[in-house]
């Protein structure tokens, strides 16, 4: 197996004894096809058991794992370390206050995604006894590849324009209600509207396309921002 | 610590804690209903399934055949009464979600669309795209957000049931950002805790995947089913463990030895299907609990390919074509690009068999009811007997929804007329998980690393309770397991800080993790027949004279579980002898 | 509780230089000053053509001074900028379906710069340049 020493340069903070960040420099011998996730992972095994971080999936669906590396918002499990020479630099995602290390507050991400109502409001009701709503492959791919977002939040991390504009609702929350708005057994549009095209939903958005951007480039080969 | 009163607390936002939580929220929208995580709902594992869900809806499919494919894919360890039970509400759950927007595929005049799967003798798994499980799982997270009366508890890591008057009246939980202890008093408990596929180090299961929830259960008092059977998937990325969907197979792939022969036809699987035209229940579609082990032996006789990640064979899907692979696979290209550097389009794979799925877990019945009064289980930490000794793929998704409603259900019917609850008693408990976790913290002869328990624990339940098991090998097993569960009590916390502590985290879910791998691997030792999943060397055939029973495993503290049993229920298929020599003569 | 959560603010006045792709996004959006600076331009003209021919002549020997053309000059590099950034862009702010498929990007980006060529021929056509 190719190996190879990695640096990593992680940042730090400890509610409990920090009062700011700080970087916190790690080496580590890694197989050379792994993520970042893995050298992490093997940090908090063999090196330093209080490093935090989320993980689960490790094959970018879960969604947890987001984090800058190297500036640029990524899936840490999903980020090759054969891209990287040098020291990595690994932050946790930007625009949201941080826990503790790596571990960010989604709390407004998921306030965020509530108030779009994600969720079929029926054109017309019917009974499960009745079978299915019919939908065409052509009605299906109107919205699908709007339904793939894995709220990683990368999207929230790149954007200007929330960083600046708190309120701004966010690429990933705008997608979701025009996922709805989409579908064809849908009637919701209005409803969703109402917070969608006030002064904090679409018209805020600026077409920076940092968000997709971001994603597209590295990360989440599963999410809609990857087309 | 601060006291939360509900009237349903749900441990688990996965396919199965969410459906539950809906299901109460709209049978009765004036129930509070704590749903409690240790990750935000759509980080469960759910999420990464990929196959699809099976649910009779075709005029060419029929429940009995449904029926006699789960009963004898689970080798006759299925209770036949939760088997009826489930193929019928099957459909209707997979069209509830339809109605709640989940994106199925569709056919050309807009009927739902199924494919092929593994075991299954007719097309019935509903799929979206390649992402099955994660639209179901996302799907059902947000038609959660529209009832106010589901109350969620996200990144709150759930320790201890409480129990008093014989009854499960609440848990405790940690909120994980604080480090503070909750106490949940709710009228009745629903684990949807998720599998434990952990315990082993080459697993598709993510990290949260720990067995909590079995563990929570079993310390109560609850016992754990048939925890020896653990499907291993047969198609794993020999390095990460990554899931190679089974359709790579289902699409005509094929598994080939260093030798290049299509070795599933030497182990009753043959004979041999034209290349690229996959058969239904035959060869690379065969069941995978047999196409697993056929590995096993390949290995044995020292035919497969040795790689830089280990021993492996080789999946072979070249003749399909570039064209077809992005058409239909272009996820499995990307993973074995990006993960393993290999272009399938150019070359095999080199896999192996991963740990994927447990059939065993916390003793229900068909009402998804524990034997403790208030404490319910659904989804993959539950035993409820619908897959027996081999889960069928594409039939637990489906076990989410339709046990999930069916435990929320009962929940109701139990909190109808329910005594107070004794506040003093519940405080009493929860108390203990104080000083539990006080211990922790407070540990100071620690002389064991974390990691270095958790990778002995790993590694002996692969060497010792992997595909194929023997009489030495499981004792040698049972002894270091119960060795490791003592020497869990000197491991070092090496973290004392209160936010997000993970090292916190992982010494509880190892601590799960031990217990569930106990039950595994005594009720392995005492199993002395091969039956699905659970294959001996040195009992080779299957006895249902003595074995037609399920293994029951009850905490003993620190010692070996107590092993019963309980009879299987059949009621209309007699064992009988599974077959995957396909349809021609 | 030991919960304190550490804000990291944005710098409101330098974050563009964070990332190259927002000093991309910033450089194409100062490109609409131009554009801006040269619609003021065509107003002028306008009322100068309104004031009599002898006001439109100053005007137009104004235009051909060596500060006006470099001006101009400018204002059609950044016209040029702003028009092939926003047509890239299309295929994702449009993205158009025709049955199951959707219509490749370079397609709708394409078909934009093909009007766009259409159109600059007809309007050069009626100014008589051919
Ligand atoms: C890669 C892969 C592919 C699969 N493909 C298919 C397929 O195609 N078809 C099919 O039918 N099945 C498939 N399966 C199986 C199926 O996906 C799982 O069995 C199922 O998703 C389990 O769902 P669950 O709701 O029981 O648990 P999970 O989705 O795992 O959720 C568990 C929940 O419990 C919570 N939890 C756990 N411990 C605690 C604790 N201590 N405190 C608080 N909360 C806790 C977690 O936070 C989580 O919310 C697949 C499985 C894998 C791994
Ligand atoms: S839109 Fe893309 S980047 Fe944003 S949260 Fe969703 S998957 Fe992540
Ligand atoms: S670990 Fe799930 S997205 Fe990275």
């Known amino acids: ?227 | 610590m601060e006291t939360i009163s509900t009237d349903v607390a749900i441990i688990g936002a996965g396919g199965a804690g969410l459906r539950a939580a809906i299901a109460l929220a709209e049978t009765d929208p004036k129930l509070r209903i704590a749903l409690i995580s240790k990750v935000y709902p759509m980080r469960s594992h759910t999420c990464s399934a990929e196959g699809g869900a099976a649910g009779v809806i075709k005029p060419d499919d029929s429940f009995d055949l449904h029926f006699d494919d789960t009963a004898g894919g689970g080798d006759w360890l299925s209770d036949q009464d939760c088997v009826e039970y489930f193929i019928h509400e099957a459909p209707k759950e997979l069209l509830q979600l339809e109605h709640w927007g989940c994106p199925w595929n569709r056919e050309a005049d807009g009927s739902v669309a199924v494919r092929p799967f593994g075991g299954m003798k007719k097309k019935r798994t509903w799929f979206a795209a390649d992402k099955s499980g994660f639209h179901i799982l996302h799907t059902l997270f947000q038609t959660s957000l529209q009832f106010p009366s589901i109350t969620r508890y996200d990144e709150f890591f759930g320790l201890d049931l409480l129990i008093d008057e014989g009854r499960c009246q609440g848990v405790t939980a940690m909120e994980m950002r604080s480090g503070e202890l909750r106490q949940f008093h709710a009228k009745a408990v629903i684990i949807a805790g998720g599998g434990g596929g952990r315990m082993f180090p080459f697993s598709t299961n993510g990290a949260i995947k720990t067995g909590d929830g079995m563990a929570m259960a079993y310390r109560a008092g609850a016992p754990l089913k048939d925890m020896e059977f653990v499907q291993y998937h047969p198609t794993g990325l020999p390095n990460t463990g990554s899931l190679l969907t089974e359709a790579c197979r289902g699409e005509g792939g094929i598994l080939v030895n260093k030798n290049g022969r299509r070795y599933l036809q030497d182990y009753g699987m043959g004979p041999e299907t034209p290349v690229g035209k996959p058969q239904l229940k035959t060869m690379e579609l065969g069941p995978r609990d047999r196409v697993s082990q056929a590995y096993w032996h390949e290995l044995q006789k020292g035919n497969t390919v040795s790689t830089q990640w280990g021993e492996c064979v080789l999946l072979d899907m070249r003749h399909l074509g570039e064209k077809y692979i992005d058409e239909r696979l272009p996820l499995v290209r990307e993973l074995c690009a990006s993960y393993l550097q290999v272009d399938i389009v150019k070359d095999p794979v080199p896999i192996r068999p991963v740990v994927h799925y447990m059939m065993g877990g916390i003793s229900t019945n068909t009402k998804a009811a524990t034997p403790i009064p208030g404490l319910f289980a659904a989804g993959e930490c539950a035993c409820v007997s619908l897959n027996g000794a081999n889960r069928l793929g594409s039939n637990s998704l489906v076990e989410l929804l339709v046990f999930g409603r069916r435990a929320a259900l009962s929940a109701i019917e139990h909190i109808q007329g329910l005594p107070a609850a004794n506040t003093k008693a519940l405080n009493a408990r929860a108390v203990e998980t104080q000083k539990r976790i006080d211990g922790l913290y407070a540990r100071t002869n620690g002389t064991e690393s974390m990691s270095g328990v958790r990778k002995e624990m790993m590694d002996t339940m692969e060497k010792n309770a992997g595909i194929y098991r023997t009489e030495e090998g499981l004792q040698e097993g049972v002894k270091i397991i119960h060795d490791l569960r003592q020497r869990y009590d000197k491991v070092i916390l090496t973290d004392k800080s209160k936010v997000f502590n993970t090292d916190l985290f992982q010494m509880l879910e190892l601590g799960s993790m031990l217990d569930c791998a106990e039950a595994v691997t005594v009720g392995a030792l005492a199993r002395k027949e091969s039956r699905g999943a659970h294959q001996r060397l040195d009992y080779a055939e299957r006895d249902d004279n003595k074995f037609l029973r399920h293994t029951m495993a009850y905490f003993k503290g620190l010692e070996p579980p107590r092993i019963d049993y309980l009879d299987v229920v059949i009621t209309k298929s007699p064992p009988g002898v599974r077959d995957y020599s396909g349809d021609h003569k | 509780m030991s919960r304190n959560p550490l804000i990291r603010e944005v710098p409101p006045t330098s974050w563009y230089f964070r990332h190259p792709l927002y000093l991309r996004y910033m450089s194409r959006e100062i490109t609409s000053i131009f554009i801006g600076a040269y619609c003021v331009l065509l107003v002028v003209g306008l009322q100068r053509l309104a004031a009599g021919p002898a006001a439109w002549e100053g005007f137009v020997t104004a235009l051909q001074s060596p500060a006006s053309i470099v001006f101009q000059f400018l204002c059609l590099v950044a016209a040029f900028y702003h028009a092939a950034t926003w047509f890239n862009a299309t295929q994702k702010a449009m993205p158009l379906q025709i049955g199951e498929d959707f219509v490749p990007g370079n397609v709708i980006s394409g078909a934009h710069y093909a009007a766009w060529a259409v159109l600059s021929v007809v309007v050069l056509f009626f100014t008589g340049v051919f």
């Open chain 1, 1 to 227: 197996m190719k190996e190879r020493l990695v640096q990593l340069e992680v940042l730090r903070y400890n509610p409990d004894t920090d009062t700011e960040a700080r970087f916190q420099r790690y080496e580590v011998t890694c197989a050379e096809e792994w993520v970042v996730l893995d050298a992490l992972n093997k940090v908090k095994a063999d090196i330093d058991p209080t490093l935090n971080y989320r993980w689960s999936c490790h094959m970018a669906v879960c969604g947890s794992c987001g984090m800058m590396i190297n500036g640029e918002p990524k899936l840490s499990c999903h980020t090759f370390l054969r891209d990287y020479e040098g020291v990595i630099r690994v932050e946790p995602l930007v625009h949201f206050p941080v826990e503790r290390d790596l571990v960010t507050a989604p709390d407004d991400f998921m306030e965020k995604l509530k108030r779009v109502k994600p969720y079929i409001i029926p054109k017309e009701k019917k009974p499960i006894s009745e079978g299915e709503y019919k939908q065409t492959p052509a009605q299906l791919m109107k919205f699908r590849q709007y339904s793939m977002c894995i709220n990683c939040m990368l999207c929230y991390a790149a954007c200007p324009e929330y960083g600046l504009t708190p309120h701004f609702i966010g690429p990933a929350a705008l997608t979701l209600a025009h996922r709805y708005n989409q579908d064809s057994r849908d009637g919701g549009r209005k409803e969703r509207q109402e917070v969608v095209a006030t002064h904090e939903g679409v018209w805020e958005c600026t077409f920076v396309g940092a968000c997709s951007e971001s994603a597209r480039r590295t990360s989440t080969p599963r999410a809609p921002c990857s087309r």
